[in-house]
């Protein structure tokens, strides 16, 4: 079935510092992959998203590219900011009506 | 605009107890819903959704259930709770044929 794993956190970074969370997934066909932030005390939002292969998703400094070789779509910001402290979710859809999601990594940036 | 608002924010029950989690949406017509959970150190699980009226689909078995008496109006239930439905709830729509969900702010249950 379609799948998704993100690596585990908390995930704890200086500000400016690069970032990376890493997300695989399994799935048939070609799905959609997203990338969904919680900040503290509110719920979801889209971050970005990639609808086929060699795209790149990007907002807020925050890019991902869908790798289809390596069945990836991992997270990267050059230089964090202590704002950017949250809850991060990769998710796919594949044909259906629901998002999969991976477990959530936690970010903590200190200034 | 597209809006969803969900109650509580929070919620604190004994074991036992009934549950109504409520969840509407504005601003769009027959949207697809959603009801997920968030877990202790667990990832987002679909619980229930729902393509229209009355129709609801269950992800996985469970002490819970849900129903949509309004085509914009989500409401997530229990009988009984147990401690096992503690967790971060969040309902969530999607409409227009877009992917992309839109959700709540969340209700964090807690079982006692």
Redesign the interface.
Known sequence: GNSVTQMEGPVTLSEEAFLTINCTYTATGYPSLFWYVQYPGEGLQLLLKATKADDKGSNKGFEATYRKETTSFHLEKGSVQVSDSAVYFCALIRNTDKLIFGTGTRLQVFP | SQTIH?WPATLVQPVGSPLSLECTVEGTSNP?L?W?R?AAG?????LF?S?GIGQISS?VPQNLSASRPQDRQFILSSKKLLLSDSGFY?C?F?GDNN???F????TQLSVL
């Open positions: 969900q697809n959603y997920y968030q667990r990832g987002l699980q679909l959704y393509v992800e969040l969530a999607r992917e992309k969900l959700f709540g702010s969340g």
